[in-house]
T-cell receptor, first 115, second 112 residues
Framework: GAVVSQHPSRVICKSGTSVKIECRSL??????MFWYRQFPKKSLMLMATSNEGSKATYEQGVEKDKFLINHASLTLSTLTVTSAHPEDSSFYIC???????????FGSGTRLTVV | GQQLNQSPQSMFIQEGEDVSMNCTSSSIFNTWLWYKQEPGEGPVLLIALYKAGELTSNGRLTAQFGITRKDSFLNISASIPSDVGIYFCAGYRNSGNTPLVFGKGTRLSVIA
């Protein structure tokens, strides 16, 4: 089946540094990927839609300069949290829709802790 | 953004009991999906529903796509401890690469 690999699974960084999270579609091409943020005991909150070869579409209230998204190939999208602060600590999950199918598959998530 | 109305928010049940949860929407969806999420992991697809009225099973799980296309339910029969997790409903309208709309989740606890 379609697999989305997300890396790293956990990362701890210092305030002010930047962190890059990668999301790869392993056995299919993903022209579109979605990035979510999830707070404890809450549902997934869509941050942005990542489009291969073009700019990402951000949801209202999501700072595009803080959460940089790059989708340079059909199998890789990255989310970079720039100048991270403790309030950016969260669980970040990517997702991709499998072409020709109605399924959305999710990565295993990245637990970001900013200290 | 839009969110589906999912209930109940949480459930505590005895092992062996059946479980039912549901989702409703004010607008029509063409596809309903049910996911399970365990701690520290991404959601994993359990059941996908593509047609109004469709009833689909996956082992002890059964889900139905409401005839109005505005609701769906998920049943789990004879629950076991490994059923513990958060269950999310999600829907979309098949219009291009649109993101999923999620329910708030049902947190299931199974007491052995």
């Amino acid at each position: 089946g379609a697999v989305v690999s997300q890396h790293p699974s956990r990362v701890i960084c210092k305030s002010g540094t930047s962190v890059k999270i990668e999301c790869r579609s392993l056995d299919f091409q993903a022209t579109t990927m979605f990035w979510y943020r999830q707070f404890p005991k809450k549902s997934l909150m869509l941050m942005a839609t990542s489009n291969e070869g073009s700019k990402a579409t951000y949801e209202q209230g999501v700072e595009k300069d803080k959460f940089l998204i790059n989708h340079a190939s059909l199998t890789l999208s990255t989310l970079t949290v720039t100048s991270a602060h403790p309030e950016d600590s969260s669980f970040y999950i990517c997702s991709a829709r499998v072409a020709g199918d109605y399924g959305y598959t999710f990565g295993s998530g990245t637990r970001l802790t900013v200290v | 953004g839009q969110q589906l109305n999912q209930s109940p928010q949480s459930m505590f049940i005895q092992e062996g009991e059946d479980v039912s949860m549901n989702c409703t929407s004010s607008s029509i969806f063409n596809t309903w999906l049910w996911y399970k999420q365990e701690p520290g992991e991404g959601p994993v697809l359990l059941i996908a529903l593509y047609k109004a009225g469709e009833l689909t099973s996956n082992g002890r799980l059964t889900a139905q796509f409401g005839i109005t296309r505005k609701d769906s339910f998920l049943n789990i029969s004879a629950s076991i401890p490994s059923d513990v997790g958060i269950y999310f409903c999600a829907g979309y309208r098949n219009s291009g690469n649109t993101p999923l709309v999620f329910g708030k989740g049902t947190r299931l606890s199974v007491i052995a």
